[in-house]
């Protein structure tokens, strides 16, 4: 009993996760949060009230799910400071319009100038691959504010 | 009587050039100025007297971007001075920022400070008559 309750309850956490089931749809024990990026899934009522399942296998249960949801969240976060940022949709051209926009500045850093032509490529780029265009701007700025990075007269920066 | 005329036509013009300058209002000069410092660094500089200066390297603006695929809107500032020093910083997630750059306008006063990572600290809008407007 306790296994068949485990499983239909992993399943539904799985379709909770994967599906993105309304957390509507089942009910919960807490008030849930309005807003933030973190959903709290709460374990279904009828769980609750399955003799099967002990309160500490249910907290067990419920610590579990919350952190597999918390996980997946946090995946599509900030990472590292805000530096860098996880794709919500990674495509095969997006990864090389990202591609070409680091080569793109790696080299005019390694000549330490920046042209018109190079300012034109990244803000083409960043319309396919803006995620890693925001890392790219960064590093042209840093670059710039260490002055390794001479920008062409009449060139934009961006 | 003829140079009492001249005089009398010197002392008024100089009181109407005078009183012009005084209803004219104040006006600055906002070139942009790029500086780095132990104690900071920082850009700034009024837009319109960017566009307006003599030479072909000042430039100073901000852009704030918003894409499908991006979680978040991200947006850089940059600055370039007469001399042809320039800055830049960067920022992401920054609804303040978001809410500063809205009130951009032509003859808008810009200043930004960033941090040795290059992300934004501080952005900062005035908008004063004083500052000259794009021509």
Known sequence: MIRLALAVAVALAVGLVVGRLSVDDVASHRPEPEHGPTRVVQVPAQFLECPALSPSDLEALERTLMAVVATRDEELRYRDGGRAIRPTRDTTLSQVAGQQLHETVDAAIAVGRWTADDAAAVRDLMQVAPEAGYEALAAVAVAVNAQMLEVEPGASLF | ?135
């Open chain 2, 1 to 135: 009587m003829k140079n009492f005329h001249i005089i009398g036509a010197t002392v008024l013009a100089s009181i109407l050039a005078f009183s012009g300058a005084a209803v004219a209002g104040v006006k600055v000069k906002g070139d942009v100025e790029v500086v780095t410092s132990q104690y900071g660094n920082s850009a700034s500089g009024a837009i319109g007297s960017a566009r307006n200066s003599k030479d072909s390297k000042q430039n100073i603006g901000c852009r704030l971007s918003g894409y499908e695929t991006a979680l978040y809107p991200y947006g850089w500032c940059s600055a370039t001075d007469a001399t042809g020093k320039a800055a830049a910083c960067v920022f992401s997630n920054r609804p303040d920022f978001e809410r500063v750059l809205a009130t951009i306008s032509d003859d808008s006063y810009l200043k930004f400070h960033w941090d040795n990572q290059a992300k934004c600290t501080i952005i900062s809008v005035t908008n004063q008559s004083m500052y000259e407007p794009r021509k």
